[in-house]
């Protein structure tokens, strides 16, 4: 990763420059470590190098750990996985993730997950990659799964992540009209007993965590459900899914919390939208995401 030395930078050092964009101390630490680690116009440097106007930094990022260590999944073929890519630069790259694909494998998909998709990208590529997505998406819900190239630029993204400076947008089919047609939907959410994935609302207190979901009505299906666009505020699991059931008006065709459904085979559930501070920049990056055919054919556009 190369920065050109602005102004604003000239005449700190370089363990400064590093902290002022959130580079870990442990990354940093490897960053020494490291024969070309850390390079100025070209020239081996240390952290404590003071940087000048118009200087060119290089830092090296590249992983330790090699592919076949950390990807434990063998990579499958990119082209005939149904996946696309929404956007790439040096650092992040966004999957548009088809329904019926797992993020990670699991028992019963050892080969067809997107992690597998991935890999199989990347070793087309013939570049080292490490599985790193900043947001996961269940099996059947899909759109866009963002992914971090390296090290620092997962950790950066994990922090952007929990301050909710990444603003995650859905669109979902209920099985019923909402009212009001906008609003925010609060409540605790719990496991429920007897239960290792499903989902409750609950009183508060632990091991209940606070969930927050913004919704807004912006259509209706054929059959008169309604088509919402919707933010978790919070990023519980199952938080959609579990508000829009508390609401009365599960997600169509979910059938952990609601019913199935002969109009679709999964829950009615897009990742559409996902915005957030360049980490590495200082633009907004939006990534927009169409709802697949399954999804576009229950509604009027």
Do not use: W
Not at 22 to 34: A, E, V
């Amino acid at each position: 990763m190369e920065y050109i030395i602005s102004e604003s930078d000239a005449g700190k050092d370089i363990k400064a420059f590093l902290r002022r964009r959130d580079i870990s101390r442990r990354i940093c630490i490897r960053l020494k470590t490291t024969e070309g680690g850390i390079l100025v116009n070209g020239e081996f440097a240390t952290v404590r190098q003071v940087l000048s106007e118009g200087d060119v930094l290089t830092l090296s990022f590249e992983d330790r750990e090699s592919a076949a260590n950390m990807n434990y999944a063998p990579p499958t073929d990119f082209e005939s996985s149904g996946v696309s890519i929404l956007y790439e630069d040096e650092r992040l790259i966004a999957f548009d993730k088809p329904p019926f694909m797992p993020t990670h494998i699991s028992r019963g998909h050892l080969d067809d997950s997107l992690l597998n998709a991935a890999s199989g990208l990347f070793k087309s590529r013939g570049v080292p990659f490490v599985f790193r997505p900043v947001n996961r998406l269940d099996r059947d819900t899909s759109g866009i799964v963002l992914c971090a190239k390296d090290q620092p630029a997962a950790s950066i993204m994990s922090k952007q992540l929990i301050a909710g400076k990444v603003e995650k947008t859905y669109l979902a089919v209920l099985d019923g009209i909402i009212e009001p047609s906008q609003g925010i939907i609060e409540s605790y959410i719990r496991r429920k007993g007897g239960s290792i994935i499903e989902r409750e609302s609950a009183e508060k207190g632990k091991p209940s965590e606070f969930a927050s979901t913004r919704y807004k009505t912006i259509g209706k299906s054929f059959f008169g459900g309604a088509v919402v666009e919707t933010e978790p505020i919070t990023g519980r699991t199952h938080q959609l899914r579990v508000h829009f059931k508390t609401a009365g008006c599960p997600i169509l065709g979910d059938t952990l919390y609601g019913a199935g459904s002969p109009l679709i085979e999964r829950q009615a559930l897009h990742a559409s939208k996902l915005s957030f501070p360049d980490p590495f920049g200082e633009n907004q990056i939006t990534i927009v995401s169409e709802p697949p055919p399954d999804i576009r054919r229950l509604y009027k556009e």
